[in-house]
């Protein structure tokens, strides 16, 4: 019996989708299958053609395909990312997630287990509260919040992202800074666990 755990984003320069690479393995590790899907953009063409960042994240996470709301049911766990806006979710995460009422209303997400991730410039930007906030999204589809336990040795060491309330990348400023070690194993540990204790609720172990 296959453990399906879809991984939800949205990424306008490449670096949350980079994330959302290294979740799927950790997903992988724990003998999961990862459904990498990414919410619909919201910006018009003309924002996109005088913007060379903007392409190039778009032309690296081509071959990801777009989400229809259909990819959300049927899972038995969730991981959401999205980049830190003020402290806050994209809009793009946001207006996809506002489109899921008849979903949430016949119980849907209840019981399933979700993790979080997020990318911001600076490391004291908002990376927290972003996750917090798309934490409340969550409770309210009446999911199981995964964070990152204090266990993983790298949520004590790391001088970029990671926290316990889900996985981070800081790019310093940086628009294609790749993950750095800490990063990278923190995200795999995110997938990880979302996939161990999504088998453990589906099998009642
Ligand atoms: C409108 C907007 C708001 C942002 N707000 C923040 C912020 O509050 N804190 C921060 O550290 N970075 C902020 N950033 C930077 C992004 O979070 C950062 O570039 C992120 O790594 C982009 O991820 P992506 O490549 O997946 O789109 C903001 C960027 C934009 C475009």
Request: a neutral charge.
């Amino acid at each position: 019996m296959e453990t399906n755990i879809l991984i939800l984003y949205y990424s306008m320069f490449g670096n949350t989708y980079k994330m959302a690479i290294e979740i799927a393995e950790g997903i992988r590790e724990a003998g999961g299958n990862p459904i990498l899907r990414k919410v619909p953009d919201l910006l018009p063409d003309e924002v996109v053609e005088k913007n060379e960042g903007i392409k190039k994240g778009r032309e690296i996470q081509k071959d990801v395909p777009v989400a229809t709301l259909s990819d959300l049911e049927n899972k038995d766990g969730y991981i959401f990312g999205s980049p830190t806006r003020y402290g806050n979710m994209c809009s793009q995460l946001r207006n996809f997630l506002d489109q899921t009422g008849y979903l949430w209303a016949k119980n849907e997400f209840v019981g399933k287990p979700v993790g979080l991730f997020t990318s911001s410039q600076t490391i004291h930007g908002g990376q927290e509260t972003t996750l917090i906030n798309m934490m409340v999204n969550m409770l309210h589809y009446g999911m199981i919040i995964v964070g990152v336990p204090y266990e993983l040795k790298n949520l004590q060491t790391t001088k970029s992202g990671g926290t316990p309330y889900g996985a981070s990348h800081v790019t310093f400023g940086d628009t294609f800074k790749e993950l750095d070690d800490d990063e990278k194993t923190i995200c795999r540990y995110l997938g990880k666990r979302v996939t161990e204790i999504a088998k453990k609720l589906k099998t009642g172990e």
